[in-house]
Each structure stands twice: as structure tokens, then as C-alpha cells.
């Protein structure tokens, strides 16, 4: 089962101070001055022994270090804000959903010359140029997950060619000598309002119109929720609707793509992918090539909701194919190691809470509770939208 978070706690320095200086997170209240009086045993005789406990009121709280499962140390949050941002440079972008797709998705790759330093799992903003017509402002920024591993899409340590882009493709083509990259993986919303017209969304179309060369203003790193687990013997399940895959191409690349002096991945890495129609799938010959790389590490599994059914004839979403591997998933969540991320549509939460709730139900456990329990444990991890 999940383990209950635990943390160092400094407590100020005290020169009679008996305390020790770890303990849990789950009791953090302040401690008070305090006369603890102790019966132990002396050549024989019980005596009576005082010792004092000399934190005192006046003391600043606590400060919790908290040490966490997921790769952390040294992660870069809002280097640039909205008021600084960084503008970079459009390498390349390339629509990556067949011409009979319902809608497009792009993959877009920006030079940062190493100035953003993220980290798997880790999302950028990104300012449309132009003006609101709402308000005369500026457009605010967007979110987007970065869809690249930490090295980039063109980084040195890359095992494999890149399927996505051109044979000859090399960045010195493009002028760029060296430079690390951010990638993204975009949807271009368009939608029909209520009153019968086509609407533009202003982000993912100023994204997926750009051209090489163009500039693109950006602020970020930020998210520290989707960072990929330290242990490289982990199980990570992950769930993606979409362009939700964005977070979990970036840890696959890390896993499977890449070598790393401190990082070799071991365990186990199950993607569940859900989208509409197979001319939807995304990234697919990339992840089928770490399949064949790492074949006893790597689960793939594709929900295509139009054109597969289960059994019943139900549609076939990212939570169906998940209940045709039940049992094998529970026994999984049972584990310490198993880490589960999901990223996508805000809907796939509740279809996943669904099905975990009847399985959970037979082994007399509350879901929910649990559920919150693997959350406190990191091994729940959610970014949906
Ligand atoms: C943490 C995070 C990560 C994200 N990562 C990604 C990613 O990797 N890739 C990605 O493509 N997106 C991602 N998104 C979504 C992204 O931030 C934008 O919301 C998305 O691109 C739409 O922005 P836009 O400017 O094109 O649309 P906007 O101009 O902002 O329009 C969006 C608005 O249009 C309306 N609308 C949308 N659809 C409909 C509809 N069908 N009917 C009626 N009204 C509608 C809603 O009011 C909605 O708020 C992420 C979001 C978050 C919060
Ligand atoms: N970090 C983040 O928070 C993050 C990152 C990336 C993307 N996103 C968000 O994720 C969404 C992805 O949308 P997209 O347009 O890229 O996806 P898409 O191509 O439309 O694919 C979504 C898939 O999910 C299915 N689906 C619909 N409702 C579902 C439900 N309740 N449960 C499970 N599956 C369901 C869809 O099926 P049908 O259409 O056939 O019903 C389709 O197969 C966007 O809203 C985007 O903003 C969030």
C-alpha cells in the first residue's frame, strides 16, 4: 500500500534541546515547554529522572522539508512571467493528425538556447500575439505541456532518428548551432458557438499557424505535479486523452530515447492513449519503437472511441480499455512503486474514479479514500483541463 508521506522537520536550535530532529508530517503540531519525567533503572533501584524539554513558545514554526518521490531537486518554476518573458524561435512545426483526423493536432518545436530550463512533466505559457478585443490588452497567456524530454527534441543524447521530422532535418539547416528545444503538442480549436458561428480559439491557432523563423513569446517552467517519479524501478501508469500525451511523450523520450549517466529506467511504463479515430493517434511509430527497444518495459494501449467498441458494444474510452485490464491494474495500485499520472480531457477523471471504485469495492476499500491516500503519496497524479 501507498506509505504515508513522512519529512525532516529542523526545529530551531536549542542547546538543551532533547527532540529529535525528524518526524512526521502527519503531526505538526507546535511543541510546548514541557517537563517530561521518566522512571528508569539504576544499579537496582527505580529512580526518577527529569529531563526537560526547552522549545519554547516564542520559536518560529517548524519548517517541513519535504523529500519527494518525483524528480524534484533543483526544478525551475516561473523563471519568466508574463511582465519578462522569453522569446524564442519556431524551428519547426508539422501537423501530426491525418487530413481525415476530426480536427488538427501540431507538433512545434521552439529554440530556448538553454534558457528555459525545464523538466519533464513541466508546462510553458505562451502569449498570442495581438490584442484582446474584449478588453484592448494584450492576449493573456496560455498553458501548454512541454511534449519534449528536458534534452530537447534534437538533444545530444538521443538514441534514435526522429520519425516526425525530415530525413536530412538538422538544426544547423535552420542557422541554429546549438540550442536546447521545447516542444509542444497542439490542438487547433475550432468550434461552432450558439449562435451557429465558426470561432477560432486565439492560443492554439496563433500556434499552429506558425512558421519557422517566427518568434513566439513565452513565460514558465511551471507545474511540479506531472514530474516523472525518481525510481527507476517504478511502475508509471499513464493516462492520456488527446494532446494530453504531451507530458508522457516527454518521459517516454527519457526513458527509452535516451541515455543518462545518473537515470536508466527498469521498470515498467504502461500508456494508455485515448482519441477519436485512428487517423488521431499521436506519436504512435515513436512509441511503437521504444515497443520494440524495450519490449519487456513498455505497455502501450490505444482507446479509439469511433471506431472501437468493448464487448457490450460500448464506446471505447481510455477508462473501457483500462476495465479490460482490471485486475492486472489494481494489483498494480496495491504496490509502493506504482505511480499513476493522467493528463487530458477534465472528463476522463471521473470515467477512471468509475471504474476504480467497483474494483477497490471488492477488496472492501473505499476509492475514494484511497485514492486520496496514493495522492498524499504522489503516486496519484492529475493534470487535466
Ligand atoms: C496545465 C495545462 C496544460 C495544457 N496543455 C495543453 C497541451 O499540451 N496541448 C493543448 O492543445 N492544450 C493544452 N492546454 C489547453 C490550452 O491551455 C488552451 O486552453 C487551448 O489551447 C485553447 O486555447 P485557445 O486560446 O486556442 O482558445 P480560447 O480562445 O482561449 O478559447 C477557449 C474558450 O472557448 C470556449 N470553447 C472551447 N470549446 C468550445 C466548444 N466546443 N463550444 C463552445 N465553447 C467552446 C470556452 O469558453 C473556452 O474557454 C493545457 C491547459 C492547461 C491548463
Ligand atoms: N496538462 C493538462 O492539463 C493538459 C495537457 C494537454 C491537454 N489538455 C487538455 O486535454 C484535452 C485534450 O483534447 P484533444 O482535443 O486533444 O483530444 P481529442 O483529440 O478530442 O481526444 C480526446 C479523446 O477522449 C475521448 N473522451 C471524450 N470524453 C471522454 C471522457 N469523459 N472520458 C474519457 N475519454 C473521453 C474523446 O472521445 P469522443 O470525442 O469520441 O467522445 C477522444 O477519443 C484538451 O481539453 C486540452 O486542453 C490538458
Redesign the pocket.
Known sequence: MAAAVTAAVSFPSSKSSTLPTRTSLICPERVTLKKVYREASAGGRVVSVRAQVTTTEAAPPAKAVKHSKKQEEGVVVNKFKPKNPYVGRVLLNTKITADDAPGE?WHMVFSTDGEMPYREGQ?IGVI?DGIDPKNGKPHKL????I?SSALGDFGDSKTVSISLFPPNFSLSSLGVISSIQVS????R?V???DAGET???????FLCDLKPGSEVTMTGPV?KEMLMPKDPNATVVMLATG??I?PFRSFLWKMFFEKHEDYKFEGLAWLFLGVPTSSSLLYKEEFEKMKEKAPDNFRLDFAVSREQTNEKGEKMYIQTRMAQYAEELWELLKKDNTYVYMCGLKGMEKGIDDIMVSLAAKDGIDWLDYKKQLKKAEQWNV?V?
Not at 470561432?199 to 491557432?205: A, D, E, I, R, W
Request: net charge positive; charged share 15%; hydrophobic share 30%.
Open positions: 493536432t508546462s498570442p496560455r498553458l501548454y505541456s511534449a509542444l503538442c497542439v490542438k480549436l468550434y461552432t458557438n470561432v477560432k480559439g486565439v492560443c492554439s491557432n507545474g494532446t494530453g504531451a493534470e483541463y
